[in-house]
Nanobody, 127 residues
Framework: QVQLVESGGGLVQAGGSLRLSCVLSGRTFSFFTVGWFRQTPGTEREFVAAIKLNGGSTDYADSVKGRFAISKDIANNSVFLELNSLKPEDTAVYYC????????????????????WGQGTQVTVSS
């Protein structure tokens, strides 16, 4: 059974930075894609970034491009999301999700394509 655990959220002032972590367990993840999504109350989950664990290709939503960076540590089954130059509108619960690259990558921005999800971590940016 695939499990994902996020950590690293918190309260930060506008312009600040946070580093979110997603630790994967339960199987070998060599051919997986991991995505980060975020959600605010009453809205659908919004794509933030994704990375192929084999090869390292990445993708970012336009709203975070140039401010956020996704990376991986294969040896420790971890994926990170570095959040820089944070804005109040970045406030949300951030989730990591995973699925086989073969099925995920073409639709990596679609939340329903991912098989496994973490519990989420709250990021709050004050103005």
């Amino acid at each position: 059974q695939v499990q994902l655990v996020e950590s690293g959220g918190g309260l930060v002032q506008a312009g600040g930075s946070l580093r979110l972590s997603c630790v994967l367990s339960g199987r070998t993840f060599s051919f997986f894609t991991v995505g980060w999504f975020r959600q605010t109350p009453g809205t659908e989950r919004e794509f933030v970034a994704a990375i192929k664990l084999n090869g390292g290709s990445t993708d970012y939503a336009d709203s975070v491009k140039g401010r956020f960076a996704i990376s991986k540590d294969i040896a420790n089954n971890s994926v990170f999301l570095e959040l820089n130059s944070l804005k109040p509108e970045d406030t949300a619960v951030y989730y990591c999700a995973a699925g086989l690259t073969l099925y995920i990558w073409q639709s990596r921005r679609v939340a329903s394509k991912y098989d496994s999800w973490g519990q989420g971590t709250q990021v709050t940016v004050s103005s």
